[in-house]
């Protein structure tokens, strides 16, 4: 089948660099605020991904003029509030839950109606979290019952709001400042802990906010209607990707990776803190400041002796999208590994929780699982010996990619269907996979 693939064999020991595409989450925050900048924009480094592309088309439809080439992307914004169209406009985010909840909060001053549509996987998931805010500010929403597709008819004259985000969802947070930008007066924002793309985004574009930092949460204060500058930026390359290799690594034999120029955001390396904790050889190094946001490569090495955690909660949320590559560590570690609050796995592209269990089980790793936790009951000794088939998961990019690092590292025979989903987030997978060796099919 052409969007299948199989893998027979374990990778074989390399040593080698490898650099990845930039980071998903900086490339659309990058369009979004370039949209509202007034004149030209270029960012290099630029993530190609399904999702990054489906952001710069509805741009277009804003009526942001877009130049994307092979070394870089250009956007005119408009100014704030700048988007210009006659008519009803159709948005496409496919996949992208960033994209859909981010360009919500520009659209609280839509000037005609705006639909917002998903692929079946993000229309499957909850909105209410966004336009609850959002509403606030004075705009309107037509919702199937909370979940996409969105109608959304824009107010002129947005009030400031007052918000306690209790999630700790970055792509809410992130809504509610793009939303207060447009907005004249102070909007305040209580915010459980959470990624800060977009707060470090702002501070370098020299834009009015506050942020004072409390121990479980953020106290954000932001003045709407200043002018924003245009941003060049060179993308760092995305760790949530880079950590499929990082896993590969260290779960491969006698090998050694460095990965250049990674984003190591404090609240996006929980799966680093993770996996040192669980004994994998891992070093940072050539640290620097870019643009507000930590860069740096990170250098791995193959880990014989892998121990098994209990899992410290206030990590979760700066290890959210790696949890199904962590499980597979937790699956070759000496003793139990426990995790627990993890319900949010389960409202990503597809029940995550429920997914990583069963690939482990598939292995031959038992596993005790509810609707927030898992234990994994870890064999250091585990090889497989059989046939094992992946399908039916929703096509969630981050389920195929983590069943072709265990396919790589622990041997059988795999069959793994729904190849295509890696142009959600990182199309180049498996080129990178085939450079260091791998042989799939």
Same mark, same amino acid.
């Given at each position: ?78 100014? !704030? ?27 609280? &001053? ?89 707060? !470090?985004?702002?501070? &370098? !574009? ?12 953020? !106290? ?75 860069? *740096? ?35 070759? *570690? ?62 969630? &990019? ?44």
């Amino acid at each position: 089948m052409k969007n299948s693939l199989r893998i027979l064999e374990s990778i074989k020991p390399f040593n080698k660099k490898l650099e990845i595409e930039g980071d998903k989450s900086l490339s659309i925050r990058w369009a979004l605020l370039a949209s509202q900048a007034s004149g030209k924009s270029k960012a290099y480094n630029l993530l190609k991904s399904e999702d990054v592309i489906n952001t710069l088309i509805s741009l277009k439809k804003l009526g942001i003029k877009v130049k994307l080439s092979k070394d870089y992307c250009e956007i005119t914004g408009g100014g !704030l509030n700048g988007f210009n169209y006659e008519k009803k406009k159709i948005l496409y985010a496919g996949n992208s839950g960033t994209f859909a909840r981010l360009i919500m909060g520009l659209l609280v &001053h839509s000037k005609k109606s705006i639909v917002i549509k998903g692929d079946k996987s993000l229309s499957k998931r909850d909105f209410l979290r966004i336009t609850k805010p959002l509403k606030k500010f004075g705009a309107k929403f037509k919702t199937n019952s909370g979940k996409l597709p969105i109608i959304i008819n824009g107010t002129n004259s947005p009030k400031p709001i007052k918000y306690y985000e209790k999630l700790g969802s970055a792509q809410c947070k992130s809504s509610i400042m793009l939303a207060a930008l447009n907005t004249e007066g102070k909007t305040t924002i209580i915010a459980k802990k959470s990624r800060n793309h977009t707060e !470090l985004l702002f501070r &370098h !574009l020299n834009l009015p906010i506050k942020i004072i930092k409390k121990k479980n949460y953020d !106290l954000i204060t932001i003045k709407g209607k200043k002018k924003i500058k245009t941003l060049n930026y060179n993308i760092p390359s995305d760790i949530s990707s880079g950590a499929f290799f990082l896993v590969l690594t260290a779960l491969a034999k006698e090998s050694k990776l460095v990965l250049k120029n990674i984003n190591i955001n404090i609240t996006r390396i929980g799966i680093i803190k993770i996996l040192k904790m669980m004994g994998v050889k891992i070093k940072i190094l050539n640290k620097k400041i870019y643009n507000g946001e930590e860069v *740096a490569d990170i250098m791995v090495k193959s880990t014989i002796n892998l121990k098994s955690i209990n899992c410290p909660i206030e990590l979760n949320s700066a290890a959210i999208d790696e949890f199904l590559l962590i499980f597979l560590v937790a699956a070759k *570690a000496n003793g139990v590994s426990y995790f627990k609050k993890l319900s949010e796995l389960n409202k990503k592209e597809s029940p995550r929780l429920v997914w990583g269990a069963k690939i482990l089980n598939k292995m031959g790793i038992r596993t005790i699982s509810t609707n927030d936790s898992i234990k994994i009951y870890g064999n250091p000794k585990l090889k497989i010996d059989k046939k094992i088939l992946i399908k039916d998961f929703q096509k969630d &990019h981050r389920v195929f990619m983590t069943c072709v690092i265990a396919a790589l590292t622990f041997g059988g025979e795999w069959k793994i269907f729904d190849k295509n989903s890696i142009n959600t987030s990182f199309p180049k997978f498996l080129d990178k996979i085939k450079k260091l060796g791998a042989r799939i099919y």
